[in-house]
């Protein structure tokens, strides 16, 4: 089986101006390329594979060496790939592609909320290509993080969101069947305080939350939704912004020095979650408590 690296490689090799990099909890691999005409080598990825068709494109897939009907693709079509898939492709025009590869913890996770079976419904959406506008639009948000070297909390919410939505239009479009949520009591979200003011710069995944609690991805999400009415990723920019107020109206420490320590991004990255949330910038906060 073919890494995502050795795949990237191959592009290179093709002149695709491919780039890549690992998002959230490196379990997502994110490329933005540009394909010239040309064939791709069979490979075979040991990962699921999701490819967003940015430009159209007519291209030929032969899938464990029986040729596929040769397809004209459109800006926004949207195809799934299982892991373990022999694929070799034919580009006979120019294309730009969004390919994001998905570790196989990940998308366990992920699946454990719909009562069906993943090679069952990854069989349904690898035989046609399909049109999602928020599938479509949670990619561009994962190749921002993957230029950007975004959130990783962030960037982990952003590709469960990704998976999930693609499983509920899999598994039936509408009225996905999903396991009950457990409960997050006050002591448990007391304990996720804790490590989130506790880890390296304030830096912490999804999964690890989960793990904390003893919960799969989903049902944690579903759980954190529950107890708090927020999902993960804005209970726990809650917590940061209240850290990094209290330091700001408690202590001199520098501004740049708190957004790190409370884990944002950056001290810009702050100021817009204060501004959004607070209507107030750092600065001005820390002038109006002196």
Request: glycine share 6%; with cysteine; charged share 25%.
């Amino acid at each position: 089986m073919h890494s995502f690296e050795e795949i990237l490689g191959e592009a290179r090799y093709r002149d695709a101006n491919a780039w890549n990099t690992r998002v959230g909890s490196a379990q997502v691999g994110v490329s933005e390329m540009n394909w010239p005409p040309g064939r791709l080598r069979n490979l075979t990825a040991k990962y699921t594979t999701v490819v967003v068709y940015r430009s159209a494109a007519c291209i030929q897939h032969e899938i464990c060496g029986k040729p596929r009907p040769k397809r004209r693709f459109a800006p926004g079509d949207i195809v799934v790939r299982p892991s373990n898939m022999e694929c070799a492709t034919e580009f006979f025009d120019p294309v730009r592609l969004t390919v994001l590869a998905v570790e196989n913890e990940l998308v366990r996770s992920v699946t454990t909320a719909f009562n069906a079976d993943v090679a069952e419904v990854i069989g349904r959406l690898e035989a046609r290509p399909f049109r999602s506008p928020l599938v479509e639009g949670l990619a561009t948000q994962l190749a921002a993080c993957a230029r950007t070297g975004g959130d990783r909390l962030y960037a982990d919410a952003v590709s469960f969101a990704l998976l999930h939505e693609i499983w509920r239009l899999a598994d039936g479009g509408i009225d996905a069947r999903e396991v009950k949520p457990s409960t997050l009591d006050a002591g448990m979200l007391a304990r996720i305080d804790e490590v989130v003011a506790e880890a390296p710069n304030g830096q912490v995944s999804l999964g690890s939350l989960a793990k904390l609690a003893g919960m799969s991805i989903s049902t944690f999400t579903a759980a954190m939704r529950e107890a708090t009415g927020l999902t993960p990723y804005r209970y726990v920019l809650n917590r940061r912004l209240a850290c990094a107020r209290h330091l700001i109206e408690t202590t001199c420490a520098p501004l740049a020095d708190i957004a790190i320590r409370c884990g944002f991004a950056s001290q810009s990255h702050m100021t817009d979650v204060f501004r959004s949330k607070l209507g107030v910038t750092p600065g001005k906060l820390r002038r109006s408590t002196a």
